[in-house]
C-alpha cells in the first residue's frame, strides 16, 4: 500500500509527464514553423517518450490500486529564440524532472516502499541518458553557432531518430 503522501507526489508526477509531452508539442511546433524540421520530428519522437513514461506510471498506480485524479495539464508556450534556446529550455525541464524523481525517490526510501522505489529507479536512470543526449546535442548547435550550413547538417542528423518504447527496455 502506498502511503498517501506518496500516492500524491506520484500522480502529481504522473501529471508532469503530460506536461512534459505537451511540452515538447509545443518545442516541435516552433522548430518547424522555423523550418527545421528534423529537430521538429526530433521532438515528436520526445513528446511520445513521455507519453511512454505517463502510461508506465499509470499502470503501476492502477496496479496498486491508487485512487486516481487527473488535474488538468499546465499550458505550454511554442516560442522560443532559437534552435539553441529550444534545446538548452529542454534540457534544463529535464534537469527539473529528475530533481523531481530524487525527491520522490527520498520518499519512497524514507517509507520503505521497495516497489515504489524500484519503479522511480527506472525513470531515474532514463532521465540520465535524456540528459546526456540533450547536452550532446547542445554542444554540436553550439559549434557550429548561426552558420546555416551547420544547422542544416545538425537538424538533418536530428530527422533520424525514430522512436523506440523506452518503457520496454
Ligand atoms: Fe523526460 O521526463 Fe519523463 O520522466
Known amino acids: 500500500m502506498i502511503s498517501k503522501e ?10 508532469k509527464e503530460y506536461h512534459s509531452a505537451y511540452l515538447y508539442l509545443g518545442m516541435s511546433a516552433y522548430c518547424s514553423k522555423e523550418g527545421f524540421n528534423g ?3 526530433w ?12 502510461m508506465k506510471l499509470f499502470k503501476y498506480l492502477e496496479d496498486q490500486d491508487v485512487e486516481l485524479k ?4 499546465e499550458g505550454v508556450k511554442v516560442e522560443y529564440n532559437s534552435l539553441l534556446d529550444v534545446f538548452k529550455k529542454a534540457l534544463a525541464h529535464e534537469q527539473k524532472m529528475s530533481k523531481n524523481l530524487n525527491i520522490l525517490s527520498d520518499i519512497a526510501m524514507r517509507e520503505k516502499d521497495h516497489a515504489t522505489y524500484n519503479l522511480l529507479q527506472w525513470y531515474v536512470t532514463e532521465q540520465v541518458e535524456e540528459e546526456a543526449t540533450l547536452k550532446e546535442i547542445i554542444d554540436h548547435i553550439k559549434l557550429v553557432g548561426d552558420n546555416g550550413y551547420g544547422l542544416y547538417t545538425i537538424d538533418k542528423e536530428l530527422s533520424t531518430r525514430v522512436f523506440s518504447d523506452p518503457t520496454t527496455k
Do not use: D
Not at 6 to 15: C, D, F, G, R
Open 6 to 15: 506518496l500516492q500524491k507526489a506520484l500522480i502529481e508526477q504522473l501529471n
Open 39 to 41: 529537430s521538429s520530428s
Open 43 to 54: 521532438f515528436l519522437i520526445q513528446y511520445q517518450e513521455e507519453i511512454a513514461h505517463g
Open 70 to 73: 487527473l488535474p488538468s495539464i
